[in-house]
């Protein structure tokens, strides 16, 4: 081939990918810095990287679906009074939540429409065992339907549980309808008890399957996830947290174990919002419409304030940075966040510093070993700059710390699915509440005291002492951040 077409094929390749990162609105500009450092130094290689992994580009049949999911769930509630019930109206937020944190609450339910609502109760689970009992416990006395969603499910102890249970409750009538994401629970996909759960008379679907790799990664990303928990049991009782159906021992990653989890049972308004959430995910993935099936749920006496949060690739883009922010800004006197990725933005990583500076006691608990080598790297590159402002840090040595926290002041928590890394910010389909109570907050706040118990403290003087080509390490991986 001469060396002319050589050259033009080269400059074609480089520069319509390079215009490409540049004409793009919607990239940051470290994300955009990224890109093009990574197409300069290795020009076809991250080529290949960015028609692979550079956009969230979810496909137009995934996008069409979604769109008709959504249309097709309002229709089927009865009228706009029931989809005031359900989804709430963003009147409600003066009146249910304290002033300093009404903008946090008025920029959550922007997202996906969920407002606040009245009247709910919440139970946080003292572990991981206590939380899979009371579930079991919950779906044995089912009478109606029972839908779980989770990213991972493991045929162990935790799984199998979980789905004799669904099989139990399918064989006396209940409705039952399982949920999983086809690369997080891709080794129960060839169990043989998803079979059984089908041939039980579960109902089974799988959120982005990978069952056909080259159509995905033609017209899609492989690597979009559904990351959400969500188990609604009879339309009154939810489960929110970071616990997948799996043990705390983890066999697939048994060497971080174990896993340390959080989850609250809850009761009230809050449980309708899931319901109807688990349907806009079922539904695509279906053509099954179920939200016709909902009851409503009524506000419980003496209950709290609180509304569902849920993002994704469909939804409106950079919106959960925005609203982390958001909380952080709305913090006066204490911040305390709990996230086992932590692979911030610039929006997130400023606001904590901007909070630390103006005097919020900001802490920040990691775990010291993760899973990811890169996002600890990535993670430990921006620990002068948080602490220098002020932000304390701890490291979780008992485990791998999995639960995802958020408190503010002692009064607003939000607890779900979403890490604190550009994978939940962009790529995952996440679920979350964002609650106003302050018991339930100081519950979870000594929950995470807990875990600052069994940390090592982080402290400037620390760092500073570490190995040259450490820092170079992980400041090269943390450029890598905006592409991971």
Known sequence: MPASLLLFLHLALVGGFGLRILLREDLAPDARMAWI?????????????????????????????????????????IDEAEIRRVMGTPEQVDALIAPPFRGAFRYAGSINGFAPMPGNRAELMPDGATARARMIAD?????????????????????????????????????C???????????????????????????TAVALSIDHPLHVLLTSRIDLRNHRKITVIDGRITYCGSQNLADEAFRIKARYAPWVDIMLRMEGPVVTQNQLLFASDWMPATGEGIARFMRPQE??????????????????????????????????????????????????????????????????????????????????????????????????IGGLLHAKTLTVDGEITLIGSTNLDLRSFDLNYEN??????????????????????????VLLTHVQQWPWYLRIWNHLLSTMGPVL
Do not use: K
């Open 37 to 77: 450092v990574v197409l300069m130094v290795l020009p076809y290689v991250g080529g290949v990287l960015y028609f692979l992994l550079g956009e969230v580009h979810i496909g137009r049949n995934i996008a069409r679906r979604h769109r008709q999911a959504l249309a097709s769930i309002q229709a089927q509630l």
């Open 139 to 175: 779906m044995e006395a089912a009478r109606h339907e029972i839908h779980v969603l989770s990213y991972i499910w493991l045929d162990d102890d935790t799984g199998t549980a979980v789905a004799e249970a669904l099989i139990r409750a399918a064989r006396r009538g209940v409705t």
């Open 177 to 203: 309808r399982a949920m999983v994401d086809g690369l997080g629970s891709r080794l129960l996909l060839r169990t043989p008890l998803w079979r059984a759960m089908g041939e039980a008379g579960v109902h």
């Open 299 to 396: 506000p419980l006496p003496q209950g709290f304030a609180a509304q569902v949060v849920a993002d994704g690739p469909t939804e409106r883009s950079r919106a959960t940075p925005q609203l982390v922010a958001t909380l952080i800004a709305a913090a006066r006197r204490q911040l305390t966040i709990t996230t086992p990725y932590f692979v911030p933005d610039a929006t997130v990583l400023e606001a904590l510093c901007a909070a630390a500076w103006r005097g919020v006691q900001v802490t920040l608990v990691l775990p010291q070993r993760n899973d990811s080598r890169v996002v600890a790297a990535a993670s430990r590159s921006t620990y002068v700059r948080l602490l220098d402002a002020g932000v304390a840090i701890h490291e979780y």
């Open 432 to 457: 979350n509440v964002l609650l106003q109570d302050a018991a339930l907050t100081q519950a979870i706040m000594a929950r995470q005291h807990s875990y600052m118990a069994q940390s090592d403290r």
